[in-house]
């Protein structure tokens, strides 16, 4: 393939789809980190509420990244709310595989709005 780049938007696209999908249909594993995360106590709305949030945040992020919209705004709300995850879940396997996610939303925002034209 001579775009790398798609394979990465693809991924990451099906990681923000799968993760939208289980919030709304399958929530129990985000209810339970949530309740125990020092965030339920900050969270202004009731954890189905939030979780209806993520589910919605997390298929619109799938679906602009997939689409290639609005992509210099979609990819940094995109590493915001995996650095966001990071904080929740504190959970060090959990981080280094959002890190990765954070990495693939980095490559596919430098390699559209990150170059310079004086090297």
């Keep these: 393939m001579k775009n790398p780049i798609k394979i990465i938007r693809i991924g990451l696209s099906l990681v923000f789809l799968a993760n939208g999908l289980a919030a709304l249909f399958a929530p129990k594993e985000f209810k339970d980190l949530l309740e125990a995360s020092f965030i339920s106590h900050w969270l202004p709305l009731s954890i189905p509420v939030f979780l209806l949030i993520i589910s919605i945040n997390d298929l619109s992020l799938a679906l602009l990244i997939l689409f290639n919209k609005y992509q210099k705004y979609i990819l940094v709300w995109a590493m915001l709310w995996l650095i966001g995850v990071m904080i929740t879940i504190q959970d060090i396997f959990g981080i280094l595989q959002h ?21």
């Excluded at 890190?99 to 090297?119: E, H």
Aim: aromatic share 24%; proline share 0%; no cysteine.
């Design 99 to 119: 890190i990765g996610f954070f990495s693939m939303a980095l490559a596919l925002w430098i390699s559209t709005y990150g170059r310079n034209d004086y090297s």
